[in-house]
């Protein structure tokens, strides 16, 4: 889900279409076919109003940050497990 826009020249631009674009690569089930959007000044004006006014629909998951890794899943687990021997080593020695 995470891209990053890029203005892009209008390569075949007709008398009244846009000088440019703002392109992002997006896909939406397989990752291996992502879809190009290319979205005028306007549009993506009035998707950042959109997005400003509804932010609980612009909740991100962990995973697609960028240089962020997701969670370790046994992590937590393995904590816990080492504070139980911890703590249980520390009764059995006092």
Known sequence: MLGKLEKVEN????ATASLGYWRVAVYQ???SSPECL???DGE????????RKNPEDCQFPVD????????IPWLGWALIAGAVVG????????
């Open 64 to 71: 697609i940050s960028v240089g962020v890794d997701p969670p």
């Open 38 to 40: 290319l979205l005028t």
């Open 44 to 51: 993506l004006a009035r998707s950042r109003d959109r997005a």
């Open 11 to 14: 390569q075949d631009r007709g």
């Open 29 to 31: 089930d397989d990752p």
């Open 87 to 94: 703590i249980i080593a520390l009764v059995w020695l006092t």
